[in-house]
Each structure stands twice: as structure tokens, then as C-alpha cells.
């Protein structure tokens, strides 16, 4: 039976799956549910981020201490083991934060993020591991932590008013894939006997100030939510969907068709152009930045539905960034969880209530204004 979203917003401790106060067990990981239950959001704090361990790394059991066999159950009382790549979160400021979760079907986790503020720039980087090749969850992990070091070092200098920011930003783009691409190949080991070698989709989004500039390969997205004026999909997913889309076919029937998830960029080591396409938004007004792997869009695509799904999520466990992102998730999982599920938030502060685009293109932004 899928999940219920608890109305007090309990999670289980050991993953962080939405759990109702008379719950013996989570149904998302299945540790007994012996001890309080979390509360979404009730840390007034930002949590201190807590980088993965690379996947395979073992651990004791949860529920007892045992040991993990290697089917993933414990050898001493049963239970299915919960890796800490499974699921995390995490909230490097107060206005940033991120969740990133193995869903309900897929054994491991293959998705990954990794987040960073300092002063007014914010990084969120989301990579989704192809599943049907092995170790996409390695090179995701290895993707998404090169491109955020890229960015998080690479901070242009001047102001955010001149058009050579976004510009400056976009190059930061393109350098911080060719870095993700090359950790993939060093993470991962040599590939001359793999007939699938792993990759990963790759989506980064900066916010500079009111700027916001995204690069993106595959089908993970940046939305950009105002608190006023229209909600936009800022990326455009490389994928079998989007072909059908452009030739005319409606948006709710190429997304169901059955080569919608197929994608047609990527990274790692059959990938045979890994340069992004970006755009760069400037902002006027408040509103959220959201980076996402499929795993929450499949149930919730369109921007004004994940708008609407944003405000109502908001509107019940508060403005903390990681609380919503992980009441995102609990909502992805009660759909189904049938895929990896990442979710990362950045809050933007303005006086005006309009967005306002600056135009894109592979590898660098068009800022012609009368490109829009």
C-alpha cells in the first residue's frame, strides 16, 4: 500500500519515509520504529551536510547491529538493510537544501546531489544514474561532487548587472561537466571490457543574486517557482519525450510513450558530446529554485503543477528548504517511488514579482532580449 502523508509530518529515523505515529515499521526502509519518529522540519538549524558514502561501503544493521550479508539482508535477524546512500539531506544554508532518496522499487540508490552556498551564490547539482548499466550510482556520486567543486570555486568576480556574468557562469557550466565526465572515468575504473559502461544525466542550476543560470544534459530539470508571475521549466530534457514533443505530440502522451526516459545526452564514457545547454534567467522577485531528478517529475511534470504541489507542501511543514524538499519526496514516494528521487531547493529574495529570461543555447546563453 502506497504512503499516506502523516498530518503531523512524521518520518522514520533511519530514512526518512513519511511514518504515522502507530507505525511498528517503516514501510519505505523496514526498521522497527522503536524510538520517536523525526518531526519534518521541527530543526530550527540547518543541518550540517552529510556527503554519502561511496556506494558498497558496509555497515551494521540497523535494527540490531548484525551483519550485512550480501543480498543486502542481516544475517542475524532479517532485515533489509539501509544504506546511508539511500537516503540524505542536506541544507549547507538556511535557504538551500536538498533530499536525495532510493524510492520504493529500485534497490539502490543511483541518483545524487550535491549543494553549496557562500554569500549570494548558491549551487545545486542533481545527477540520475542510468540504472541499466552497472555502477551508475558510483558515477553520479563521482559526477555531481566534481561539477559542485567546479562551480562552488569558480565564482566569477564583478557585479551581477552586466551581461558577462551569465556568460561568465555559463563557461563555469561547461567546465563543471567536462569535470563531472572526468570523474565518472576516474571513479569508476577502466572501461575496456564493459560493454555498458555507467552514466548519468547531469543538471546544475547557480543562483547569483537574482541570477539564475542552468546547464543541463539528459532529462533531469530546473524549475524557477515566483511567489508571483508564471511558473517556468528552465531546462529542456534531452530525451524521447522531448523529441516527440517537438514534433507536435501533447506533452501528458510523449511523457507516458515508451521511449520517453530514453536520453539522448549524457555523461560518462560512451557520451559523445558532454557540453551543456544553458540559460540564464534573471529574476525579479521571490520565488523558489528547484532542481529535480525524474523521480519526482514523472508524477508531477508540467511547472504549474509543481508549483501548486510546492506552495501546498509549504504551506503545511513551513519555509525550511530541506523540510520541503523532503515532504517532496514522501509525496514521489506515496505516487509509486518507482524510480531514484532527488529534490534540491534554493529561495530567492526580490522586490518585483516577475521572471524574466535571458535566452539559451548549447554551452552558452543568447542574451539577445529579443530572443525570449
Known sequence: MDHVVS?????????????HGADRFCEGCGAPLTGPATAVGAAAEPVVPQEPPAAGTAAPCRSCGGVVAADGYCEQCGALAVSERDHWAERPAPHVGGVCDRGRRHARNEDAMALHANGSVTVLVVCDGVSSAPDSDIASLAAARAARDVLAAGTPSGGTAGAERPAAWSALLVEAAAAADAAIRGAVGDMAARQEP???TFVAAVVDGPLVVTGWLGDSRTYWLPDGGVPRQLSVDDSGANELIARGVPRARAESAPTAHAITRWLGPDAGDV???????????????????????????????????????????????DAIAAELVTWANAQGGHDNITVALARLTGDSLQAEPTGSAPGAPDLDPTDR
Open 7 to 19: 498530518p503531523v509530518g512524521l518520518v522514520c529515523p533511519a530514512c526518512g519515509t513519511a511514518v
Open 275 to 321: 557540453v551543456p545547454t544553458t540559460t540564464a534567467t534573471r529574476t525579479q522577485g521571490p520565488g523558489w529554485v528547484l532542481v529535480c531528478s525524474d523521480g519526482l517529475w514523472n508524477y508531477c511534470s508540467e511547472a504549474a503543477d509543481v508549483e501548486s504541489l510546492v506552495r501546498d507542501v509549504e504551506a503545511r511543514v513551513g519555509p525550511a528548504p
Open 198 to 200: 555507467p552514466s548519468c
